[in-house]
């Protein structure tokens, strides 16, 4: 049996692996076109400012730097772009992890506090439901910017609101980055306790005099825990995206911020903003594959194995 089961972990592994060679490849193909490329159509025919030929010896040249390790190597802005990538996904991580456990920590909280109101109606209500999700992401991070320079240039607050000089610059990135997660959680959270609400083994809980304080340790919580590893590729999506957002109005020097100032060609030279933008590609590629098999990992093998031991 367990012969079996490592034979299945390691085709299993195996193929995970293989697909996340084949994403890194593709990634590599499709940024390998120059950050300067532009179509037009002039004349009745499209025309382009490359060729072909030199597309595909950018592709030849990225891969052969990506996978001989070489391109980590390559100097840029008096450092090279495997130093840069180091600082700048860190610094991304810290925002991202940080956002994460903070939508946590106030979404899982709200969304038990509102589950008693799920199916209440009044204006107020409604809004509370809607407003984080129908308001436009860029207003939302907007008014945290706003009111964080209002604050630091007042000296009411010692949190600069743009820029990066110490860990402070994190602050206002990671409450921005947290609302639309922290708003899922809470709905998803609420929604999880409703339902297992209805469940009969709830009910039969109840009727032997279990506590709420036990009915949630023992079988609230592991629902909840499930629901949210469900929803979690989600909750992954929004963040990302946030972060793009996130980086560029707060002047804040993580990897998406350099993804833009590469594919914008901010930096100068051409040929080197290029495959610098094929290297932060391929890391957030990597990063968001990682996460995602976590999640599918942590919700596929160890939660079901956590029910199943006495």
């Known amino acids: 049996m367990n012969k079996e089961f490592r034979r299945e972990v390691f085709k299993r592994v195996l193929k995970k692996l293989f697909f ?3 994403l890194v490849t593709l990634l590599v193909i499709i940024t390998s076109v120059p950050v300067n490329f ?3 159509y002039y004349d009745g025919d499209f025309q382009i400012n490359t060729t072909w030929k030199e597309i595909h010896e950018n592709i030849k040249e990225n891969l052969f730097l990506l996978y001989s390790g070489k391109i980590f190597r390559v100097p840029f802005d ?3 772009l495997g130093n840069l990538l180091g ?3 860190l610094r ?3 925002v991202f992890l940080f956002g994460l456990l903070l939508g946590l920590l106030w979404g899982v909280p709200k969304g038990i506090l509102d589950r008693k109101k799920i199916h209440k109606k009044g204006t107020f209500k409604t809004l509370q439901k809607i407003l984080p999700f129908s308001l436009p992401e860029i207003l939302v991070v ?6 964080g320079a209002f604050l630091y240039r007042n000296q009411w607050s010692p949190i600069p609101h743009a820029g990066y000089s110490s860990w402070l610059n994190t602050i206002y990135p990671i409450l921005a980055i947290s609302v639309l997660p922290g708003a899922y959680i809470a709905k998803t959270t609420a929604e999880a306790l409703q339902e297992m609400g209805k469940e009969p083994y709830i009910r039969v809980a109840r009727g032997k005099g279990c506590g709420p304080y036990r009915l949630f340790r023992v079988h609230y919580f ?13 909750i992954l999506v929004m963040m990302f995206s946030s972060l793009v957002i996130i980086e560029r109005m707060f002047y804040f020097p993580g990897l998406t911020y350099y993804l833009v100032e590469f594919y914008t060609n901010e930096m100068g030279n051409v040929h080197r903003a290029g495959i610098g933008f094929t290297l932060f590609i391929v890391a957030l590629g ?9 999640a599918e990992f942590m919700k596929t093998w160890a939660i079901p194995q956590k029910e199943k031991s006495p």
């Not at 907007?142 to 009111?147: S, T």
């Not at 990597?286 to 976590?294: A, D, G, K, N, R």
């Open 87 to 89: 600082v700048t996904a």
């Open 92 to 94: 991304s991580f810290s």
């Open 78 to 80: 008096n450092q090279s």
């Open 20 to 22: 996340l060679l084949l």
């Open 142 to 147: 907007l008014g945290i910017q706003l009111l």
């Open 286 to 294: 990597v990063f968001y594959y990682m996460i995602f098999q976590l």
């Open 222 to 234: 592991r629902g909840i825990v499930m629901e949210l590893f469900g929803a979690f590729p989600t």
């Open 38 to 40: 532009n179509l037009d």
